[in-house]
């Protein structure tokens, strides 16, 4: 597709249940990133992946966090037993390649996730 | 680490007025320096970008600067309008993953 895509967009789960959030990045590009927006807070960095090497997961808030990536394309961001302090806009972005100079990473529009 | 440090807002200005959003960074190496902006409603978008020292970039009447002496990439726009109220977001780059400050939301009013 043209831009990175997302889904579900709006997510409402019960505490404690699992929820998989989806990501489809830019075709061609090799560098993938997931980034959590609390309310009130910045960006946090989560996990993220180039091309075939291991992901760099030093983001991720616990081990109740994990993602994957099949095929070098689709993401899937995976959080198990659900907290509320789990509610927060989850975005995936992707670039051509991480650490190039000026390299742009583009964002979707996020996966809105309320832990109820 | 690298980190960026924007100033807090909420930002609110009258349309027409002259806009500066402070932006530091610390980070090892030459990262590249970014501005970010998230309309209501809407995902993030790159506004504008600089790779090396003193380097400006621009886009939509928005202006930064590259100031490695400073470690500073300062926003700045002349006028501005009601359709820029939005969250900025000053981020770098370098050998890790975008690292970005923690935003700060501009109202423009008429």
Redesign the interface.
């Known amino acids: 597709g043209a831009g990175v895509s997302q889904s579900p967009s709006n997510k409402v789960t019960e505490k404690g249940k699992d929820v998989e959030l989806r990501c489809d990045p830019i075709s061609g590009h090799t560098a993938l990133y997931w980034y959590r927006q609390s309310l009130g807070q910045g960006l946090e960095f989560l996990i993220y992946f180039q091309g075939n090497s291991a992901p760099d997961k030093s983001g991720l808030p616990s081990d109740r966090f994990s993602a994957e990536r099949t095929g070098g394309s689709v993401s899937t961001l995976t959080i198990q037993r659900t907290q509320q302090e789990d509610s927060a806009v989850y975005l995936c972005a992707s670039s051509t390649r991480q650490g190039a100079s000026g390299n742009t990473i583009y964002f979707g529009e996020g996966s809105w996730l309320t832990v109820v | 680490g690298n980190s960026v440090t924007q100033m807090e807002g909420p930002v609110t200005l009258s349309e027409e007025a002259f806009l500066t959003i402070n932006c530091t960074y610390t980070a090892t190496g030459y990262p ?1 320096l ?1 501005w ?1 902006v998230q309309y209501p409603g ?5 506004l504008l ?4 020292a003193d380097d400006k970039g621009s886009n939509k009447g928005f202006e930064a600067t590259y100031r490695k002496e400073t470690t500073s990439f300062h926003l700045e726009k002349g006028s501005v309008q009601v359709s820029d109220s939005a969250v900025y ?1 000053c981020a770098l ?3 890790t ?7 700060t939301r501009l109202s423009v009013i008429a």
């Not at chain 2, 809407?42 to 790159?46: A, H, V």
């Not at chain 2, 970008?49 to 090396?52: E, G, R, S």
């Not at chain 2, 993953?97 to 935003?103: A, E, R, T, Y």
């Open positions: 590249s970014f970010y809407e995902g993030l978008q790159l970008k600089a790779t090396k977001f780059s370098g050998n993953p975008l690292v970005f400050g923690k935003g």
